[in-house]
């Protein structure tokens, strides 16, 4: 098992998850994050500092999509270790349904 980054991140970013995540298994896209699964331990501590919820076990149902998501962009992404300010509008992006076709983007973010 491993944890898994969902669509609610789109546009949001809340870095909350990077700065508690014990083997920096976090990847920074362009307006999301992703998680390794390969380097995921499965702690779980990352889950209730999502302030968009946007992260969850990967033995939930219906993840397939953002577990293959995951997995590709953690091989392209840079990683991240560092905690920054979240998206400017994060707060107006947070909940907003259908996020993934409008606003996806595959381009890597900054890193460390």
Not at 45 to 56: D, L, S
Not at 61 to 72: C, D, H, V
Request: aromatic letters at 8%; charged letters at 30%; glycine letters at 6%.
């Amino acid at each position: 098992m491993a944890y898994v980054v969902l669509e609610n991140c789109i546009k949001c970013k809340y870095m909350d998850c990077v700065e508690v995540c014990p083997v920096d298994c976090f990847y920074e896209g362009e307006n999301m994050l992703v998680i390794h699964p390969d380097e995921c331990i499965d702690c779980g501590v990352c889950e209730p500092e999502c302030p968009a919820e946007a992260i969850k076990p990967d033995t939930e149902p219906g993840l397939e999509q953002w577990i293959k998501l995951n997995a590709e962009m953690a091989s392209s992404w840079p990683n991240v270790t560092v905690k920054r300010e979240a998206m400017p509008d994060a707060k107006k992006f947070d909940g907003q349904p259908g996020k993934f076709a409008e606003f996806f983007s595959p381009a890597p973010g900054r890193g460390d």
